[in-house]
């Protein structure tokens, strides 16, 4: 079967977005000293707006994007759950693919922003960007578009009113999993934020008992590694993530269930050492608004050199997505452990 996946490109994030494309024409209101970058960040905008003015911060949230700029010698930069550094004059929010999330990063920036700084939201317009003035009516008079092209529309209010420091503690929120005895706590923008997800619990009903290093790839909001972790506690278990607020949201699920492991960004394997005796992942399926599978077929050829001798990958997709021809290719073999209408349990053995 041919490979259907998207292959990364050598430099992924260089092309502009619509929105980045639309952006560039209001470079003349956004090329400002002091401006604030965050939001869904996904192509190379802080770059363009360095070359015609000065250098904006950008704070982000995605991992692999913060190391890419990083190649790239970009400084004013912070990867995080909530900005750290300094104050700002203007605050340029990329909207995300989550309202909750716009929200959540609106609350944890505007604290840097003096009264009177200008705040933009800038989308595309099937990605809910119009809701940019609801978003700024707890802090804005008054909201106005300031364009609308490719598809993409920029909206500018001023911030006409004092915030309050932000607290991230507030923006958690949790749900039970009665049959493992945890308590998953989550953060805005989260996958598997309010409820156990359909494929997540099939690969819980299915995995066995496991033994030695395991790593939890793509850990979201902690829900695999906590409940591997409440089963059997002897484990070395890690989990990564791209995202900072899973990040986040995994530690606060093992802190409040007793839970320890280790947990840190990793731009798909990249920040990964050593070797393992299970890789277990509910791998990303999607990326902002767009479908995205580039990591999870990186994983399915890497994988293999991460494992031990009697090592395995065991995995849960969607059923019509072709893993099995990737995983046969890099592993020799590839089980199917249990299969519903809509997800396949996939498994591997390194020989």
């Known amino acids: 079967m041919a490979n259907c996946f998207l292959t990364p490109e050598p430099d992924m994030f260089q092309a502009l977005t619509s929105v980045g494309e639309m952006l560039t024409r209001n470079f003349d209101t956004l090329c400002r000293p002091g401006l604030l970058i965050c939001g869904q960040l996904e192509d190379s905008l802080p770059l363009a707006m360095a070359n015609e003015g000065p250098a904006p911060q950008v704070f982000s949230t995605d991992y692999r994007y913060t190391q890419w700029l990083k190649d790239h010698n970009y400084q004013q930069l912070e990867f995080g759950s909530e900005p750290t550094d300094g104050t700002c004059?203007?605050?340029?929010?990329?909207?995300?693919?989550?309202?909750?999330?716009?929200?959540?990063?609106?609350?944890?920036?505007?604290?840097?922003?003096?009264?009177?700084?200008?705040?933009?939201?800038?989308?595309?317009?099937?990605?809910?960007?119009?809701?940019?003035?609801?978003?700024?009516?707890?802090?804005?008079?008054?909201?106005?578009?300031?364009?609308?092209?490719?598809?993409?529309?920029?909206?500018?209010?001023?911030?006409?009113?004092?915030?309050?420091?932000?607290?991230?503690?507030?923006?958690?929120?949790?749900?039970?999993?009665?049959?493992?005895?945890?308590?998953?706590?989550?953060?805005?923008?989260?996958?598997?934020?309010?409820?156990?997800d359909t494929g997540s619990s099939l690969l819980l009903q299915t995995l066995g008992r496991l033994q030695g290093r395991v790593l939890d790839f793509g850990c979201g909001a902690g829900?695999?590694?906590?409940?591997?972790?409440?089963?059997?506690?002897?484990?070395?278990?890690?989990?990564?993530?791209?995202?900072?607020?899973?990040?986040?949201?995994?530690?606060?699920?093992?802190?409040?269930?007793?839970?320890?492991?280790?947990?840190?960004?990793?731009?798909?394997?990249?920040?990964?050492?050593?070797?393992f005796d299970q890789?277990?992942?509910?791998?990303?399926?999607?990326?902002?608004?767009?479908?995205?599978?580039?990591?999870?077929?990186?994983?399915?050829?890497?994988?293999?050199?991460?494992?031990?001798?009697?090592?395995?990958?065991?995995l849960v997709a969607n059923a019509f997505l072709p893993y099995p021809d990737l995983i046969q290719a890099s592993f020799g073999n590839c089980e199917t452990l249990a299969a519903t209408g809509k997800f396949k349990i996939y498994q591997a053995t390194k020989s």
Request: hydrophobic letters at 40%.
């Open 89 to 196: 004059d203007a605050i340029l929010l990329l909207m995300p693919k989550a309202k909750a999330e716009a929200e959540y990063l609106l609350a944890a920036c505007l604290p840097l922003l003096a009264e009177g700084g200008h705040i933009f939201i800038a989308g595309d317009n099937k990605g809910g960007v119009k809701s940019a003035p609801q978003l700024l009516a707890p802090y804005c008079n008054r909201v106005n578009k300031l364009d609308s092209a490719r598809r993409a529309s920029l909206f500018h209010g001023t911030l006409s009113r004092s915030v309050a420091p932000f607290q991230q503690a507030d923006w958690l929120k949790n749900y039970d999993l009665p049959r493992e005895k945890l308590q998953i706590y989550t953060l805005p923008g989260v996958f598997s934020a309010e409820h156990l």
């Open 279 to 314: 890789i277990i992942t509910n791998p990303p399926f999607h990326a902002g608004l767009k479908t995205f599978y580039s990591t999870t077929e990186e994983l399915l050829h890497g994988a293999i050199h991460y494992l031990k001798p009697g090592g395995r990958l065991t």
């Open 223 to 275: 829900v695999i590694g906590a409940s591997l972790l409440k089963r059997q506690p002897e484990l070395e278990l890690e989990m990564i993530d791209i995202n900072a607020l899973a990040l986040e949201a995994s530690r606060q699920t093992l802190a409040r269930n007793g839970l320890n492991a280790r947990v840190y960004p990793s731009n798909g394997l990249s920040q990964v050492n050593g070797k």
